[in-house]
């Protein structure tokens, strides 16, 4: 069995995110969602868990970040190119996000941009050219 990943985010407004995660193109996995906390499914082995401020607290007794201004970790997903890159940013954008909080990187082989959702998690998106990569660390 595939090892999964569950990033779980608190969030201020539960429907609104939820509504940003699915125009960025997250599913809702309903058997896992109430009116505390919602699974948000990106593939098969990655599911973003929007929890209230409320249940957040329940799993993790530390203060909540205000993640607009501070920042603890970035999250990086892949994409298939560099196109879904700036796709899946526009999307984010358009849907009330933040795009490129952090400067657009393109290293000729690695190619990402970023997004800051609703309550400003940062997701970093980025499309990697295998081959290119390895011709790269081959060269030094």
């Known amino acids: 069995m595939s090892k999964l990943i569950f990033v779980n985010l608190p969030v201020a407004d ?27 499914v990106l593939s098969e082995t990655i599911h973003v868990m929007l929890l209230t401020h409320e249940k957040f607290s329940f799993f993790c007794k530390r203060p909540i970040a205000d993640a607009h201004a501070t ?22 954008a358009e849907s009330g996000g933040k795009a490129d909080p952090n400067a657009p990187q393109d290293f000729g082989f690695m190619y990402g ?28």
């Open 14 to 40: 539960l429907s609104a995110s939820m509504a940003f995660y699915e125009r960025v193109g997250f599913t809702n996995n309903p058997q896992f969602t109430d009116n505390t906390a919602a699974c948000m």
């Open 71 to 92: 920042a603890q970790m970035l999250i990086c997903i892949s994409a298939a190119s560099r196109e879904d890159v700036d796709a899946i940013v526009t999307k984010a």
């Open 113 to 140: 941009r970023s997004y800051e959702d609703l309550d400003g998690h940062i997701f970093e998106v980025m499309f990697m050219d295998m081959e290119a990569a390895q011709r790269t660390m081959t060269q030094g």
